[in-house]
T-cell receptor, first 109, second 114 residues
């Protein structure tokens, strides 16, 4: 089965609303990395988070290994936040990373 | 500061023709290097990784090969392209010695096979 599951698959918000993106995993994890994928395909690294909570501006990442989940919280969403968010699970003691299918976020003005 | 450069930015190729995509990392010695591929609308998949010059490990078989001829260079190639090779190819590097660690990606190469 799928080792990394992202939810929701898509999300539509009004500007100013908050967003909670989830990534659940079923295999051993060394760390979780969150990316924003630009429309052209290139990736912007948002967080590298092995455990606990990290903040960057309006973004917060929380990884809870015991519960096998990682989340990305976007507060006070803006239209420029629209796009695809990817989580990527780094396997333990391996040079392998498994990506989720992504959450497509659309923020309406 | 480390930089990663991928080439070409985009290619349009015929089925059955050869392909070579490359990436170069500057400012970091002995990086771990990776190739990823994403079909249009699909999930990013890891294809290869290399932790040292001359050694490449395959993760997913897509009738592609990879080589690391220099410490700072990673090449993805095939002698005969298939339609299914179309997509977006990303090269990445990391610095961890026992795991992947944080990944740093290039800008990618878009491949269209006709």
């Amino acid at each position: 089965g799928q080792q990394v599951q992202q939810s929701p698959a898509s999300l539509v918000l009004q500007e100013g609303e908050n967003a909670e993106l989830q990534c659940n995993f079923s295999t051993s994890l060394n760390s979780m990395q969150w990316f924003y994928q630009r429309p052209g395909g290139s990736l912007v690294s948002l967080f590298y988070n092995p455990s606990g909570t990290k903040h960057s501006g309006r973004l917060t990442s929380t990884t809870v290994i015991k519960e096998r989940r990682s989340s990305l919280h976007i507060s006070s969403s803006q239209t420029t936040d629209s796009g695809t968010y990817l989580c990527a699970l780094e396997r333990t003691n391996a040079y392998k990373v498994i990506f989720g299918k992504g959450t497509h976020l659309h923020v309406l003005p | 500061a480390q930089t990663i450069h991928q080439w070409p930015v985009a290619e349009i190729k015929a089925v059955g023709s050869p392909l070579s995509l490359g990436c170069t990392i500057k400012g970091k010695s002995s990086p771990n290097l990776y190739w990823y591929w994403q079909a249009t609308g699909g999930t990013l998949q890891q294809l290869f990784y290399s932790i040292t010059v001359g050694q490449v490990e395959s993760v997913v078989q897509l009738n592609l090969s990879a080589s690391r001829p220099k410490d700072d260079q990673f090449i993805l190639s095939t002698e005969k392209l298939l339609l299914s090779h179309s997509g977006f190819y990303l090269c990445a590097w990391s610095r961890d010695r026992t795991n992947t660690g944080q990944l740093y990606f290039g800008e990618g190469s878009k491949l269209t096979v006709l």
